[in-house]
């Protein structure tokens, strides 16, 4: 009770020291302004690009696998790939054969083609060649229409679905479902449209896309290009063990001999999160490490000007003592000082930091500030502020108080 | 009855580099409840050093200080704050006030340090103001109140938690004659009501306003006798006992 009635009173006792030298304490704090301001901008870009990538990559699917001939970030040396065979449909139907721990997989393949429309045509489209499960792995919607059925899968019939930048393209005004484009040399129906889906990493154009069933892919494009397996995990908290299944009927299915690498790709989202994190991990390091030298360069600054403020006030702390105050009270008085002058500089950091980095996400990159940005953020003044007016404060509490009076 | 101040052969010791320098060479003094005393001597004798001992401002090199039958020289830092806190009251020559804040808040200081509520402060800070006569400059700071006005100040602060003690060392050292006498009519009045004062001073007319003047000379006591005042109490208090 004490204890924090001595804090309350301290806190109204530095309120009023502040007060009394607003400049001073201002001037104080700016390089605990610059430092939060630093720090704050670092964390909220950081946080942002992660947003960003993650957005980025939430087409790939958190709970999708993806069997290929190659690793998407392979680190070995080519001759290590190079013999690899492709993905073919038996070992397919054995993997879906055999799985236990997943919901439902499609197989698929790819080609780029122009695709036309009347005398509209649009270069380098992927024409992605699949089976009816592929939507519900791949987890999208449709906006128009629908995606095709079993039937159209098996029985290879010429229809599509398209993406959201083919019907923008051809279909400014008219509706789609129904029309007949040609994808390379041949016809396709129209008969859905898929949601806009955006890119993946900003890079390749999801929604520049064309989906028709597999079997008339093999038989127009023909039957010789390499497979991916899509396969949805059955728990999306437990993604390994349908990686380690899978693993272990491919290689079942490929006849790979025991004690020998795989010689398949076993891909998944959480591989270009790894390798982001390792492209960046060491950027945000370095970054944090820097901007918070700013932070530490800024108490420096505290601990300074509240060495001359204990120094200009000896009298003062002598009074204080002669009046009955501990040793214990005038270091958390100055305690306090310190840190309120900190808090305050993180607060304006703040303040200065939220419309920078709105500014920043309007022009140049992403930027998020959560709530935990501006709590760590006014934590950390709070910590600095206590480290830098330890020194000072221990000064002042352990002052004589025959000599401090004495003191002019 | 036991003594309230028990001082016995207390030296004080200032070393400056290779110079040694007693303040005080072996001062004994015994001072009871509810005296008036004054300590009187030439500058640089030892009165403020003497002073600064009783009121646990400052320690003794050597020798006994007891207050209250209490051993000063074995008490913490902790423990010398809350005496100073709640027996003593001290008003100094220089007012001692913080500037930047006002008369109440001035008064205020002492009950912070007992950890008193903020309502119960403003009572008592404000009735200690209006005993010295400042009821209309409670909201002044202290440099807009002329000398007299800040003495009575410092004094409303030394009595505002009540204590039994009350040390002035010169306390109209920086005022003129008649505001003087007005702040040693306040010390008479304290006096009445039962508390034990300690004044020093230069001035022998100040002097005589006191019951009992100890002379210091050198950092030894030199005198110790009552005042005219002094003896006319005492004369007073023989009749009552024989009368009684
Ligand atoms: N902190 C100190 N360091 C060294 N010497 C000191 C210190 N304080 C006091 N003295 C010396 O002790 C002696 C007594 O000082 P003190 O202040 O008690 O004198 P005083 O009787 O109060 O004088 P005045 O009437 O001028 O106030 C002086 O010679 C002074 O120089
Ligand atoms: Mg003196």
Known sequence: ?408 | MEPLIEIKDVKKLYVMGLEELYALKGVSLDINNNEYVAIMGPSGSGKSTLMNIIGCLDTPSSGEYKLNGKNVNEMEDDELAEIRNKEIGFVFQTFNLLPRINALSNVELPLIYSGKKKDERIELAESALINVGLEDRMNHKPNELSGGQRQRVAIARALVNNPSLILADEPTGNLDTKTGEEIMILFEDLWSKGNTIIIVTHEEEIAQNAHRIIKIRDGLIADDYLSEKGKLIAEKTKQQTISV
């Open chain 1, 1 to 408: 009770m004490k204890f924090f009635s001595e804090i309350k009173e301290n806190i109204a006792i530095s309120y009023q020291a502040i007060n009394s030298n607003k400049l001073r304490s201002l001037l104080a704090t700016l390089g605990i302004v610059i430092g939060i301001t630093a720090v704050t901008l670092m964390q909220t870009a950081i946080e942002g690009i992660n947003l960003a990538f993650e957005k980025s990559i939430a087409a790939v699917g958190a709970d999708v696998l993806y069997v290929q001939k190659f690793e998407w970030f392979g680190t070995e040396d080519w001759s290590f790939y190079k013999n690899r065979k492709e993905l073919t449909m038996e070992q397919y139907d054995f993997l879906n054969k055999n799985s236990q721990t997943s919901t439902v997989m499609a197989p698929s393949t790819g080609v780029t083609r122009t695709v036309k429309f009347k005398d509209l045509s649009l270069q380098n489209v992927f024409v992605l060649g699949t089976t009816f499960e592929y939507q519900e792995v791949s987890g999208f919607n449709m906006i128009e229409g629908r995606y095709f059925t079993q039937r159209e899968s098996d029985g290879g019939y010429p229809v599509c679905v398209i993406g959201t930048d083919i019907s923008d393209a051809f279909f400014e005004n008219t509706d789609p479902i129904g029309k007949t484009i040609k994808v390379g040399n041949y016809n396709f129906r129209i008969i859905g449209v898929i949601e806009k889906q955006g890119s993946l990493l900003g890079l390749f154009s999801l929604d520049n896309r064309i989906i028709i069933p597999l079997e008339r892919f093999f038989n127009v494009f023909g039957d010789k290009r390499g497979l991916t397996f899509n396969i949805k995990a059955a728990d999306i908290n437990n993604v390994d063990e349908t990686k380690e299944e899978v693993r272990w009927i491919m290689r079942k299915a490929r006849k790979v001999p025991y004690g020998s690498a795989d010689d398949f790709g076993l891909n998944a989202q959480e591989a270009f999160k790894s390798t982001y994190e390792s492209l960046t991990g060491l950027i945000k390091v370095i970054g944090t490490m820097i901007t918070g030298l700013s932070l530490i360069v800024g108490s420096i600054g505290i601990a300074n000007i509240m060495f001359v403020s204990v120094k200009e006030r000896t009298k003062e702390v002598g009074i204080r003592k002669a009046l009955g105050a501990r040793r214990s009270t005038i270091l958390s008085q100055f305690l306090i000082e310190s840190s309120m002058i900190c808090l305050m500089g993180g607060f304006i950091g703040l303040l200065i930091a939220f419309p920078i980095s709105l500014i920043i996400d309007a022009f140049v990159l992403p930027t998020a500030m959560p709530l935990w940005i501006v709590v760590l953020a006014l934590f950390i003044s709070l910590m600095f502020g206590l480290l830098a007016g330890f020194f000072p404060a221990y000064t002042a509490a352990k002052m004589d108080p025959v000599d401090s009076l004495r003191y002019e």
